[in-house]
């Protein structure tokens, strides 16, 4: 369990917002749980459980329109005083949303309100781009300012040249490298952990998120996951507490939806945008419904051959739309046309990596 206090905080910018939605009739709080149907809250009186009000439950038609950790929050009071309902909420300005395919398309979202989102993964001297790449778009998607932290670099004795590769690669996006579990590299995070900065932290199982909690807490604010064997459970390491502050006065946002993120879908169609190139010269493959693998006449092998195109792009392109082809099977129109506007924005950065970009 968590003993750091929790202290509420909100910028200029969101008390002036919150004014305008709210005057003074609600107290502000901010969510720092949610397990369904009862939040866990903090504002200025401290921290708290939480109920809706009748009116915000009726109001609420979809799964997003109901608090989530990091949400900021307008509470009332039970006339005893002893019990706090939320009545509004202000417009999110982040949000990791997760796309939930079923019979109708369901919105889920994970969390919200975050400034920068961690994107944790071990350091590697072989670093897999794709995963990267895709890290990126949801957290560009998101609303929030993606930094990557390679973890475990005590592990990765070429960590330094790893880590001045991808800068080049990846230009422009921050990149740190830690070990959290010798407790190095820490300090370089320090640009991000300013009073009010909320921190999104995402990636897949056993990366080290809950070491780096444990690290920049100094206590055990999250137990380490020891993955139980045969039946898979104990997997959700994360303690009630979901948005975490840490000394300094940042916070930290990691739910258990955020920790299932390495499976979120998070692109759909709209490669063709991203992989222009390679669109391009289909069109001139001799079957319309060429794959680019073994046919005859493909124009974009023939490109290959002639080192117009480089090999990396293309398998890049095909792992991509074969893992596109699954979502799009199952997604309605209206969402697939969204998506596609986001890789519009997204394929520009891509672009710029000279590893998806085209042989002279
Ligand atoms: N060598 C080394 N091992 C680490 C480091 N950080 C974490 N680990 C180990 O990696 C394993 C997973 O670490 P966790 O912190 O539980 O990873 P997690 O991302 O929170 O995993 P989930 O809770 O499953 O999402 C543990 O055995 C840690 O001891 C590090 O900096 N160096
Ligand atoms: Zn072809």
């Known amino acids: 369990m968590n003993q750091t206090s929790m202290t509420f905080y909100m910028d200029n910018r969101l008390k002036s917002e919150w004014l305008r939605t709210f005057g003074d009739t609600l107290e502000p709080a901010r969510v720092t749980a949610s397990y369904g149907r009862a939040w866990r809250v903090v504002s200025a009186k401290g921290e708290m459980q939480a109920d809706l009000t009748g009116r915000f439950r009726h109001n609420a038609l979809t799964p997003s329109d109901f608090?989530?950790?990091?949400?900021?929050?307008?509470?009332?009071?039970?006339?005893?005083?002893?019990?706090?309902?939320?009545?509004?909420?202000?417009?999110?300005?982040?949000?990791?949303?997760?796309?939930?395919?079923?019979?109708?398309?369901?919105?889920?979202?994970?969390?919200?309100?975050?400034?920068?989102?961690?994107?944790?993964?071990?350091?590697?001297?072989?670093?897999?781009?794709?995963?990267?790449?895709?890290?990126?778009?949801a957290a560009w998607d998101s609303g929030g300012v993606p930094v990557i932290l390679l973890t475990k670099r005590d592990l990765c004795p070429e960590w330094e040249t790893v880590v001045s590769d991808l800068k080049v690669r990846l230009h422009g996006v921050d990149i740190v490298a830690i070990s959290a579990l010798q407790g190095e590299g820490l300090e370089a995070l320090s640009p991000w952990?300013?009073?009010?900065?909320?921190?999104?932290?995402?990636g897949a199982s056993g990366v080290g998120k809950s070491s780096l909690v444990n690290a920049l807490t100094h206590q055990a604010t999250m137990k380490v996951n020891e993955v139980r064997s045969g039946d898979g459970k104990g997997r959700h390491t994360?303690?009630?507490?979901?948005?975490?502050?840490?000394?300094?006065?940042?916070?930290?946002?990691?739910?258990?939806?955020?920790?299932?993120?390495?499976l979120w879908r998070t692109e759909g169609s709209g490669l063709e945008n991203t992989f222009e190139e390679i669109e391009v010269l289909a069109e001139h493959c001799r079957f319309k419904d060429c794959r680019h693998i073994d046919e005859p006449g493909c124009a974009v092998l023939k490109a290959i051959a002639s080192h117009q195109l480089d090999q990396r792009v293309l398998d890049h392109y095909l792992k991509l739309q074969r893992e596109a082809k699954y979502i799009e099977s199952k997604t309605d129109p209206q969402v697939r046309n969204e998506i596609r506007n986001k890789w519009k924005t997204i394929h520009k950065q891509l672009r710029q990596d000279p590893y998806l970009t085209r042989k002279k």
């Not at 509004?88 to 079923?102: F, P, T, V, Y």
């Not at 889920?108 to 890290?135: C, G, H, K, S, W």
């Not at 952990?193 to 995402?202: R, V």
């Open 238 to 262: 994360t303690t009630h507490r979901e948005l975490i502050q840490l000394p300094g006065g940042a916070y930290l946002l990691d739910t258990p939806g955020m920790r299932e993120f390495g």
């Open 193 to 202: 952990l300013y009073p009010g900065c909320t921190l999104a932290l995402i």
């Open 67 to 137: 608090p989530v950790t990091g949400d900021y929050v307008g509470l009332k009071f039970s006339e005893d005083q002893t019990l706090a309902l939320i009545d509004g909420l202000i417009e999110r300005r982040s949000a990791l949303i997760r796309k939930a395919a079923g019979t109708a398309f369901v919105e889920q979202v994970v969390a919200a309100n975050f400034d920068y989102v961690l994107i944790a993964m071990p350091v590697e001297a072989n670093m897999r781009l794709n995963t990267i790449e895709r890290y990126l778009s």
